[in-house]
């Protein structure tokens, strides 16, 4: 199993344009799981899904933030539009429920 | 307030010693999570608890429900533990709560 696979791995963007982040969980986990790492802020959680299904999106910082799971290999975090103080690595993870996390390697977002 | 809080900040040992980083909590929790994230950014989760004790390795967990508090031992510390340990719970409430983390630095 090649782990929980997010793309891309770096971002550089402009404020204003919109940033999509991909993930793809292990197979067979039926927890996703988006996180954003700050210096400031440390590890916090976006929004979860259990079988698809969104859970608990309050950790959403604001409205530009929306996350979609169409199936269960698949997940995308979205910001739109994107703003300098959204920089930071997100983080996605997989879970099978019961046991612990994977997380993938990160994609680090620069707005400029 | 935080709901997790994690000591000491910072930590420096020398190879070999036996390390304890503590977290406290507030909240009533359905499970703890310890994490270790690597200075070249990945995070690896190391135990996820809800009561009692867990070993792997050098790596030793335990946690109090009572008292709301856990440990992250490491015995015999190597350079390679070098990394940030943080503390995590998923609260009854289905929450979840970070602690700001422990940097540890294993000096050979």
């Known amino acids: 199993d090649a782990g929980v696979i997010q793309s891309p791995r770096h971002e550089v963007t402009e404020m204003g344009q919109e940033v999509t982040l991909r993930c793809k969980p292990i197979s067979g986990h039926n927890s996703l799981f988006w996180y954003r790492q700050t210096m400031m802020r440390g590890l916090e959680l976006l929004i979860y899904f259990n079988n698809n299904v969104p859970i608990d999106d309050s950790g959403m910082p604001e409205d530009r933030f929306s996350a979609k799971m169409p199936n269960a290999s698949f997940s995308t975090l979205k910001i739109q539009p994107s703003e300098p103080r959204d920089s930071a690595v997100y983080f996605c993870?997989?879970?099978?429920?019961?046991?612990?996390?994977?997380f993938g390697s990160g994609t680090r977002l620069t707005v400029v | 307030k935080n709901e997790v809080e994690q000591s000491p900040q910072n930590l420096t040992a020398q190879e070999g010693e036996f390390i304890t980083i503590n977290c406290s909590y507030s909240v009533g929790i359905s499970a703890l999570h310890w994490l270790q994230q690597h200075p070249g950014g990945g995070i690896v989760s190391l135990f996820m608890l809800s009561s009692g004790k867990k070993k792997h390795g050098r790596l030793i967990a335990t946690i109090n429900i009572q008292e709301k508090h856990s440990s992250l031992h490491i015995t015999a510390s190597h350079p390679r533990d070098s990394a940030v340990y943080i503390c995590?719970?998923?609260?009854?409430?289905?929450?979840?709560?970070f602690g700001t983390g422990t940097s540890l630095t294993v000096i050979p």
């Open positions: 993870a997989s879970s099978p429920g019961l046991g612990g996390y994977t």
């Open positions: 995590a719970v998923r609260s009854t409430g289905n929450q979840f709560y």
